[in-house]
């Protein structure tokens, strides 16, 4: 059965920082774009970051461009997000996902999901 685990969330000042990682297993990780989405409650699931097999592209959404990192470890089967100068408004539960074809910003296009790890950044 594919897994993908979400760790490092938690609880962080405004201005702090926290890194999410992405464990993957029972799939070919490395033949997989990979993504991050967030969801706030009362709110839709939406793109965060997403990064190509190789590691080669990635892409951001803007709110986070600049702030945030999206990373991978193929040997490790272990995808990243290094998140800075958070901002309450980053409060959310994190998501990774793997996508077979390419590393776009749409939910849909991702077959693997986590189970989420919650981030809370406080003011």
């Known amino acids: 059965q594919v897994q993908l685990v979400e760790s490092g969330g938690g609880l962080v000042q405004a201005g702090g920082s926290l890194r999410l990682s992405c464990a993957a297993s029972?799939?070919?990780?490395?033949?997989?774009?990979m993504g991050w989405f967030r969801q706030a409650p009362g709110r839709e699931r939406e793109f965060v970051a997403a990064i190509s097999r190789s590691s080669d592209s990635t892409t951001y959404t803007d709110s986070v461009n600049g702030r945030f990192t999206i990373s991978r470890d193929n040997a490790k089967n272990t995808g990243y997000l290094q998140m800075n100068s958070l901002k309450p408004e980053d409060t959310a539960v994190y998501y990774c996902?793997?996508?077979?074809?390419?590393?776009?910003?749409?939910?849909?296009?991702?077959?693997?999901w986590g189970q989420g790890t919650q981030v809370t950044v406080s003011s």
């Open positions: 996902a793997a996508n077979i074809r390419y590393y776009t910003g749409s939910r849909t296009d991702y077959s693997y």
């Open positions: 029972r799939f070919p990780f490395s033949m997989y774009a």
